[in-house]
């Protein structure tokens, strides 16, 4: 159940990136839920008798963190801060899996074939056929929050490779603990320095603030590092295929958001494109 479990939970991450950054900042947003999660984590760790990290290990999970913490979260905050919607936000965010296929096979050693290579191809132009479309509207994509989502993809897919490639045998709480804290440095110099510390105290705001905690910072990450402790980064990055559907969902029933044919049609191609690139024929989910 854990790889559909994390999938619900994730989709999610979007819709509370919508409210949470009506009464914050998003990277002031981020950053104080970064720092409450770093302490639960650490509490955890001592509290469990968890092995503490080597100098070694630690570095390495504040690398880790940068990218799968500080780059994504932030990029799609923002992106979403910036006007994107939370269902394109998911579209793209959901295209790292296949820049993961793509450098696994140079950092990894996994192989590329002509399966995964159409598939990065139909990805990249689901993607486009979104942009073109929201790029022409009224509220189109402004050039911000697709640089933000750029961002996004490449810290996920780095932090990711990273991960499975040096973090074994990193003790889990204590290690994503440290993910947390060098997130917090970094994300909270952005919020003093670009946006003077934003949030306004509001039951909305401290909701939002709560569901980031729990559910995404802790409940979330935990089972998808569970996962990279067990998987190939290609086999856990395909899981985030399903998330932009998800979140579109989500976004139609709260936000009222609305996508256009084209833009349909490129969730569609984008979703078979990683699909293709991130799985194999006798492959499903739950291996």
Known sequence: MAPALFVVLWSTG???ARYGTKDAGPLTFLAIRTAIAAVILFGLARLMGEEKLSRDQMRTQWIVGAGIHAMYLGGV????DHGLP???SAL???LHPVLTTVLGRVVLGENLNVRRGVGVALGCIGVVAVVVERGGASDGVSTLALVAMGIAVIGMSGGTLIQRKSAVGVPLLGGTAWQ???TTVILGIG???????EFTVTARSLWSLAWAVGVLSLAAILIMLWLLHRQAASQV?????LTPALSTVEGAILFGEKLGVLSVVGLVVAI?????ATSTRSTSLQT
């Open 92 to 94: 793209i965010a959901a």
């Open 180 to 182: 947390y804290a060098v």
């Open 191 to 197: 919020a003093v320095v670009f946006e003077g510390w």
């Open 77 to 80: 905050f923002l992106a979403i």
């Open 272 to 276: 078979a494109g990683v699909w293709l």
């Open 86 to 88: 939370s269902g394109v």
């Open 14 to 16: 979007f819709i509370v």
């Open 237 to 241: 990055s395909s899981l985030f295929f």
